[in-house]
């Protein structure tokens, strides 16, 4: 199973891309920690514009995209949702933003 995680960033934000989103990391970990190195193959996007990660989302083609996101970069993560949606591939939104505000997630 193809996996692609995503942490939805401002690119130009130094802030926002000084340090990598560990939370990825430990989820790719535990997963291939349960179940072994051979189910999962894992894709992480740290940062880069909206138009390469959505290139990565089509040239990986994976079977989920998981995407994480802070308040500020909500509509960012929602962007690459609808664009992973359109290839008809499921979404999983995690993150701060959507963990404190889960009435906020979109209905469709």
């Given at each position: ?10 690119p ?5 891309t000084?340090y ?5 990391g430990y ?5 291939r ?11 992480i996007?740290?940062r ?29 993560a929602?962007k690459?949702a609808e ?6 591939i ?19």
């Open positions: 199973m193809k996996i692609l995680l995503v942490n939805a960033i401002n130009t934000s130094e802030v926002e000084r990598p989103n560990l939370g990825l989820l790719a970990s535990a997963l920690s349960s179940f072994g190195n051979d189910h999962f193959d894992f894709k996007i740290e880069g514009s909206p138009d390469y990660v959505e290139r990565q989302i089509a040239e990986f083609n994976p079977n989920i995209v998981g995407i994480s996101s802070v308040t500020q970069n909500f509509n960012l929602k690459y664009f992973a949606k359109g290839k008809n499921p979404v999983i939104m995690g993150g701060v933003h959507i963990s404190m505000l889960p009435q906020s997630m979109p209905k469709s």
